[in-house]
């Protein structure tokens, strides 16, 4: 039968109600995109032996594909950039009189790409575990057939926080000073046992119903957005949960690494992707070989699979209003799909910013991943995670000093900056939701908290708090990640310490949160901070001594590790310090005398001033 208008019409009265198609992937698209195509994934019993085709006078199908399962057909369609906000139907019948039509939203965009700003050196991230910060809706803590319920006794369980409870706090990360949010993943993890982390996904396109809907997820970053938070979603292209719903019947035989293999788990071998001498069976045991028995490995490869992971960050981009990713074990995935995915990314959004974590200790191997790398591997990233930077800090606050122990730990670490195509776009944090809290890590002591707290304020890059840092969070005697994402006090009814109020906390973890906060408000509206200069001066006697500065302002960071105070002569620091009469102490607010060549450092202290003329 020849397929017309008038049997379109025809085939929109006679649809029948039964859906042969389960699922269609992505939902919906817009139109204006700097790529005009796009690949849809269809789902249905049966799928591929049916006649399928699109009805639209704008919209083209240009390709259609059967994949190695019969549930499945992938079809390439031309969205014009001219075509404004309209649907076009896809329309499936067989040689019968069968017909069945779904209709497909093509919206238009609300925003111009380059208008989608994402973070950068102004902002300061606060993470957050969504399951652990606050429960703002108890009605979904437990969710009708969805396999894990709720148990705050476990500390793998679910506890309730969710999308409500983040946004009913707004306004206290806001007063702290943070101007950007980072979340865990919060896409549906609908596995049987510890999903509350969200590195397991089992719907890409569904926000977890123990946390909300859709619609609060949007919301939420709508209000924050009015608040001026930004939020960055954490997404994972290496891996899906194992009860994601395409793992009963994959569309495609190479869709997952090793599947209908014996398992073979990642040998965690980094250095084997950048290694020339790196035997083959290393590098693919590394980049194919699952994380967990319960997370499958995908396989990037695949053309379908990679089209399918970029379509869907942009999707959650543009639907959302997203300010950036947080881009999961970035170099798990296979190198190339990884490059094609954020230059797929930024040249959608040149304005846009993502960063990638790349958990290895060695300058030279994170640095291979940044975008304007010097070496053959093209990448569109932007931003790491510096782990190096981190771990160099919790040494230099914990050891004793030495000729290569303590605070030399981190003038080595910044000085191997030459590495990264741009170390000021990289991502600096006391501690995150993989390791151990700070607090804990400098064995509770108060002064190197603030030390840590103060260096990671006032350094090059973009700042990373985990939340609960503020009060002091911590977890001594236990590397357990369950317990070192504990729920925010004061998160659910009933706690009987409250971060947010205050209420029942130490006098120590109430001066800290005031600590943190006089910080962070204090470097909102410091140039000089989020893109000054750096220079530094190479430990002496457990005194480290450091400048950010731009052509009209300076500022000097001062640690003192001693117990005892120290009197700095200042004419070792004349190069920055040339023309400035007194300092003023970001904190107090008191100014210091900077005309003699003698500074006095307070014991074990960090001390930020603000340099006057």
Request: net charge negative; with cysteine; hydrophobic share 35%.
């Amino acid at each position: 039968m020849k397929f017309t208008w008038i049997s379109f019409l025809m085939l929109l009265t006679y649809s029948l109600s039964a859906q042969l198609v389960d699922k269609i992937e992505p939902p919906f698209w817009w139109s204006g995109m700097q790529n005009d195509k796009l690949q849809i994934l269809l789902h249905g019993n049966g799928l591929a032996k049916y006649d399928i085709s699109i009805a639209s006078k704008e919209a083209k199908l240009i390709n259609l594909y059967e994949a190695d399962s019969p549930n499945y057909v992938f079809l390439d369609v031309v969205i014009p950039h001219q075509m404004k906000a309209s649907s076009f139907e896809i329309v499936i019948k067989d040689n019968t009189d069968f017909y069945e039509t779904y209709t497909y939203q093509v919206k238009s965009r609300t925003m111009k790409p380059e208008n989608r700003v994402g973070f950068d050196n102004s902002d300061v991230m606060y993470l957050i575990t969504p399951d652990r910060f606050a429960n703002g809706d108890t009605a979904n803590d437990e969710v009708v057939g969805l396999q894990e319920g709720l148990d705050r006794i476990d500390h793998f369980g679910r506890h309730g926080g969710d999308i409500k409870g983040i946004r009913d706090n707004l306004d206290y990360i806001k007063d702290l000073g943070f101007t950007a949010i980072w979340l865990n993943p919060i896409l549906e993890n609908d596995v049987a046992k510890a999903s509350y982390h969200g590195y397991s996904t089992t719907d890409y396109y569904k926000v977890d119903p123990r946390y909300g809907s859709n619609a609060d997820y949007v919301e939420l970053i709508a209000e924050a957005k009015s608040k001026g938070i930004k939020v960055i979603m954490d997404m994972i292209a290496n891996h899906c949960g194992i009860d994601h719903w395409w793992m009963e019947d994959p569309p495609f035989k190479n869709w997952i690494n090793g599947q209908d293999q014996p398992y073979t788990q990642t040998n965690h071998r980094k250095a084997t992707l950048l290694d020339p001498h790196a035997a083959a069976a290393d590098r693919v045991e590394m980049e194919d070989g699952w994380f967990v028995p319960t997370m499958p490995d995908l396989n990037q490869r695949n053309p379908f699979m990679a089209t399918y992971l970029i379509q869907n960050s942009i999707w959650w981009v543009e639907y959302s209003d997203i300010a950036g990713i947080r881009q999961d074990t970035y170099s798990y995935p296979n190198a190339d799909f990884m490059g094609e995915w954020t230059c797929a990314i930024m040249n959608e959004y040149p304005n846009l910013n993502i960063v990638g974590e790349e958990w290895v200790l060695d300058q030279n191997m994170i640095g291979f991943w940044q975008d304007d790398n010097p070496n053959s591997y093209q990448s569109c990233l932007p931003s790491l995670m510096d782990f190096p930077l981190t771990f160099s800090l919790v040494d230099a606050l914990k050891e004793e000093e030495g000729w290569g122990t303590g605070l030399i730990r981190l003038y080595e670490n910044l000085a191997k900056d030459y590495i990264y195509a741009d170390a000021d776009a990289m991502v600096i944090f006391p501690d995150n939701h993989d390791m151990s809290r700070i607090y804990t890590n400098v064995n509770e002591d108060f002064e190197l908290y603030k030390m840590a707290i103060g260096f990671i304020a006032t350094m090059r890059g973009v700042p990373q708090f985990y939340y609960g840092t503020e009060v002091l969070l911590s977890h001594p005697g236990t590397d357990s990640h369950g317990e070192i994402r504990e729920d925010f006090p004061g998160g659910w009814e009933g706690d009987t310490a409250n971060g947010f109020t205050n209420q029942n906390l130490s006098d120590q973890a109430i001066a800290a949160k005031a600590y943190m906060k006089s910080l962070l408000q204090w470097r909102k509206d410091k140039s000089v901070i989020h893109s000054g200069r750096l220079m530094h001066y190479v430990p002496r006697d457990g005194v480290y001594v450091y400048f950010r500065y731009n052509a009209s302002e300076t500022v000097m960071v001062i640690i003192n590790k001693q117990d005892e105070a120290v009197e700095l002569d200042l004419s070792r620091f004349s190069e920055r310090l040339d023309g400035y009469t007194k300092g003023k102490d970001c904190i107090t607010s008191q100014f210091v005398d900077l005309s003699s060549n003698l500074l006095t450092a307070d014991g074990k202290s960090i001390t930020i001033y603000e340099l006057e003329k």
